[in-house]
């Protein structure tokens, strides 16, 4: 059924992990009425157990009030079965990311709810219209992938895919507005604008401890360009886990050099903050990362091993090839219609990501720099470290008629 107009005042959250709990408390808090459903019910009770105590905790921090607390905690309700949403106006999956297994509570969903309802999933990374593909709602299915931890961070990606409707993007736009969030619409493409980005970020920066530097070398110097943390301190808050599982689960990705020294952390049960050890070790009930010698000596005998002249490596290569890895995949994105403009690639960057707020996001850095100085400075990168360093076309484009990304922007509003 296609609506000029979706107006959502009621949602079904299916999952009660870490980003179903955050994303329960976005909705609750927005004013929407909330069905909850996980297949483990002691998962779910500790769950409404934790959204419980999130408001306490804004009570004693004087946020919000007692009788807003409840207000909020009413609007939150279990659900035995899919049977008992079906009326809800949209549902949110929030699983782990496998395809087959979103697929099929979207398919299980789409045969139980109401015609008007709007199918979203929470995934990261995985493709929309795949998932929209097993429906006979697609032009109401969409990705609404909020950042962890979900009622904290302010990004909302919204992505749309080949199908869904302008109504349903507005009514997902309006929904972000209520919830507070920063709202960017991206395309369809394997990790959407972030990522997507990310991964050529992540690339360069584990590429570099192979080659000569250390974990905290590469974090000092982008810390120092005022990014809220590194990729290798970001990692430890997020959990080096969560990658590792995921390339065993795929059953691909695991011999990857770029990624041996995670898995040897990994293999030492070295996951990051919540094991006191990752990159960095930490103090119990403390957050403040300490330099770990034996993780040097770890990446240093797993980079000879792989077979690597370690080098020294500075901090401005280190700056160079992240920050120019994040803008080339940027323009990448921009001339295939994944974002609308370099605007909402840097409000990605600077609420989800933590890019300085101070350089404005990735693209206007780079426009700061100017496209030919950027195009000259990627081909140098090209010439020393492969072809994967190819400028995008856009950077040769916006360098021969000396306009920036911004200029871009203007072109497609």
């Known amino acids: ?22 994303i329960v408390i976005c909705l609750a808090n927005a004013g929407v009425q909330v069905k909850w459903l996980d297949a483990s ?15 306490a905790h804004s009570v004693r921090q004087g946020r919000i009030d007692e009788a807003e607390a409840e207000a909020r905690k009413a609007r939150v309700s279990t659900a035995p079965y899919y049977a008992a949403v079906k009326d809800v106006d949209l549902v949110i999956e929030a699983v782990y990311e496998n395809l087959e297994l979103k697929q099929k509570i979207f398919r299980e969903l789409d045969a139980l709810l109401k015609p008007s309802a709007i ?25 609404l992938h909020f950042f962890s931890p979900a009622h904290i961070m302010k990004l909302l990606e919204i992505v749309r895919g080949a199908k869904t409707s302008r109504a349903v993007l507005d009514a997902s736009l309006e929904l972000g507005k209520r919830m507070g ?3 960017v619409v991206s395309g369809n493409c394997p990790g959407f604008i972030g990522n997507r980005m990310l991964k050529t970020y992540v690339y360069e920066a584990r590429s570099m401890l192979l080659e000569g530097a250390f974990p905290h070398q590469v974090d000092a110097a982008l810390q120092g360009f005022g990014f809220a943390m590194g990729p290798f301190r970001m990692y430890d ?24 020294v995670d898995n040897r952390l990994c293999e030492l049960e070295r996951f990051g903050q919540k094991s006191g050890k990752g ?21 240093q005998r797993e980079s000879e091993k792989l077979g690597f002249n370690r080098r ?27 974002a609308a403009n370099s605007h909402d690639i840097d409000l990605v ?65």
């Open 237 to 260: 808050v997020v959990g080096i886990d969560l990658e590792w599982r995921s390339r065993e689960l795929a059953g691909k990705g695991q011999d990857e050099p770029t990624v041996q």
């Open 181 to 183: 969030k920063v709202s």
């Open 312 to 338: 020294e490596i500075g901090a401005e290569e280190i700056l160079e090839r992240c920050l120019l890895a994040l803008v080339n995949e940027g323009a990448k994105i921009l001339e295939e219609n994944i």
């Open 349 to 413: 960057y600077l609420y989800g990501y933590g890019f300085p707020a101070e350089k404005g996001g990735p693209m206007s850095w780079a426009d700061s720099q100017g496209a030919a100085g950027i195009l000259g400075r990627l081909q140098n990168l090209q010439r020393h470290f492969g072809s994967h360093w190819q400028p995008a076309a856009l950077i040769e484009k916006l360098a021969s008629s000396g306009q920036h990304f911004a200029d871009v922007q203007e072109e497609r509003v």
């Open 41 to 55: 019910p002691e998962m779910l009770q500790a769950a409404v157990q934790y959204v419980a105590d999130t408001y």
């Open 119 to 143: 199918l979203a999933s929470n995934t990261s990374a995985l493709d929309i219209d795949a998932i929209a593909a097993v429906t006979g709602r697609q032009e109401q299915v969409l990705g």
């Open 1 to 22: 059924m296609t609506q000029n107009t979706f107006d959502i005042q009621s949602a079904a959250v299916i999952g009660a992990g870490t980003m179903g709990r955050g």
């Open 279 to 299: 990159y960095y070790l930490y103090e119990a009930g403390s957050r403040q990362a300490q330099h770990d010698p034996e993780v040097d000596a770890l990446v």
